[in-house]
C-alpha cells in the first residue's frame, strides 16, 4: 500500500526561519532573508549571462524596471563590458600595423 504525502503551502514566517537557520547553519552573519535569496538568484543569473527579461519573467515582475532595481549588478559583469570607443581604438591599431 502506497502511503499518501499531501503537501502543505508553507507560511512566510516559516520560510523566512528555514532561510535564517540555513544561514546560521553556514556562519553568515549578515542579515539574511528570502529576499536575499532572490537578489542573489538574480544577481547569479545575471552574470552568467541570462538575459534580463528571463530574470524578469522568472522573477514574476510585470515590469522590466522593477528587476532592474532587483538585480544588483556583479563587479565581473560591469568588468567584461568594453567600451564602443575602445573597440574603436583596438580597430584602428590593428588597421594601422604595417604587413610586413
Known sequence: ????????HISTRQLHR????????????RRVGPHT?????????LEDGVDVRVIQVL???SRLETTALYT??????VRAV??????LGMLATTQA???G
Open 72 to 77: 544588483k549588478v556583479a563587479t565581473r559583469t
Open 59 to 61: 522573477l514574476g515582475h
Open 82 to 87: 568594453i567600451s564602443p570607443l575602445d573597440r
Open 1 to 8: 500500500m502506497l502511503t499518501q504525502i499531501v503537501a502543505q
Open 37 to 45: 535569496l532572490r537578489h542573489s538568484f538574480a544577481t547569479h543569473l
Open 97 to 99: 600595423r604595417p604587413d
Open 18 to 29: 528555514v532561510v535564517v537557520d540555513a544561514a546560521r547553519a553556514a556562519s553568515i552573519t
